[in-house]
């Protein structure tokens, strides 16, 4: 079950996508795996809490919207425990670009992206925070 601690190489860089959105997951799964990464995913905060601990990915895909505990109460909770505070955090989210940009470093966020994305600039924010991705 577990996809492996967490690794130097950005190739093999382990990324925890979390969604409540079910096709937003398979397509980020599908789309990140095929470039190298390794994919875990959650559909709530609670599993993105446990599977962080647990796995130590480098980054974490977080939507913001969802059922029981909020993306942004994820990312605090992951930047106030020692364990899992160096993981890096995308806030993934459609509740607007101003409130996306203001509200997401309040809460740790290395970064943010607004849905819908484009799957490139994704990946560029991605690369950016874990190492020179895999450049075309």
Known sequence: MSKGAGSSTVKGSNILVVDD??????????????????????????????????????????????????????????????????????MVTAIGEQVNEITSPLYGADAHIDKPFEFEKLESVIGKLVGAGSAK
Do not use: F, N
């Open 21 to 90: 959105d079910p096709e937003i997951v398979a397509m980020l799964q599908t789309r990140l795996t095929k470039r190298g990464y390794s994919v875990t995913t959650a559909s709530d905060g609670h599993r993105a809490l446990e599977l962080a601990k647990r796995e130590r990915p480098d980054l974490v895909l977080l939507d913001v919207m969802m059922p029981g505990k909020s993306g942004w109460e994820v990312a605090r909770a992951l930047k106030q425990d020692p364990v899992t505070s160096d993981i890096k955090i995308v």
